[in-house]
């Protein structure tokens, strides 16, 4: 199994455009999950799925971000336009179900927004 | 608010020695007490597990006790190595909920050789 890919793996941009982040869970795994790190707020859930809908979309920061799960196989973090604060290491977590106790993370973007 | 309260942040230990982190939480709902551990440039992975209804649980060198009745779980390296540098994340689950996962803040081990 190649475990949870997520895409791209660093990304630079400027400040003000667009970016887009990948996810594809483990095939048969039906609850995703969005984080986001920084060394100043530690691991934050921003959103999390179950069988493609979002269940919790709280920890979003603003109507900056918005994330899809068009279905069981892939999921966008998109942030519109992007900022300096945006800047941390997103992950991607699924798990494959109820009563589940393990969640598989991804290996995370690195976003940069100058 | 915190869901899950970690202490402490870092914790320097000698090679050798015992490493502790603890974790309280309030909600009684959650029944599922996972740690992950987290190396620079990776995503964290499970490493232990404990639910409610046991006090301990070891697994090699890792052990985690569970306080019920305090709502505390603690998270124990015995003959801690180089290798176990990490930051260690304790974590609670409901699993009623979609197994919402609520992390705590991280403890930045750094074991000095």
């Known amino acids: 199994d190649a475990g949870v890919i997520q895409s791209p793996r660093h990304e630079v941009t400027e400040m003000g455009q667009e970016v887009t982040l990948r996810c594809k869970p483990i095939s048969g795994h039906n609850s995703l999950f969005w984080y986001r790190q920084t060394m100043m707020r530690g691991l934050e859930l921003l959103i999390y799925f179950n069988n493609n809908v979002p269940i919790d979309d709280s920890g979003m920061p603003e109507d900056r971000f918005s994330a899809k799960m068009p279905n069981a196989s892939f999921s966008t973090l998109k942030i519109q336009p992007s900022e300096p604060r945006d800047s941390a290491v997103y992950f991607c977590a699924s798990i494959s179900g109820p009563r589940t106790d393990t969640q598989y993370f991804g290996p995370g973007t690195r976003l940069t927004v100058l | 608010q915190q869901q899950v309260k970690q202490s402490p942040q870092s914790l320097i230990v000698q090679k050798g020695g015992i490493s502790i982190i603890n974790c309280a939480y309030e909600?009684?709902?959650?029944?599922?007490f996972p740690w992950y551990q987290q190396f620079p440039g990776k995503g964290p992975a499970l490493l232990i597990a404990?639910?409610?209804?046991?006090s301990e649980k070891k697994e090699g060198r890792f052990t985690i006790s569970f306080n019920k009745s305090a709502k505390q779980f603690s998270l124990h390296i015995m003959d801690s190595q180089p290798g176990d540098s990490a930051t260690y994340f304790c974590a609670a689950i409901e699993e009623y909920n979609f197994n919402k996962f609520y992390f705590g803040s991280g403890t930045k081990l750094n074991v000095k050789p």
């Open positions: 909600n009684t709902a959650f029944d599922y």
């Open positions: 404990i639910r409610p209804d046991v």
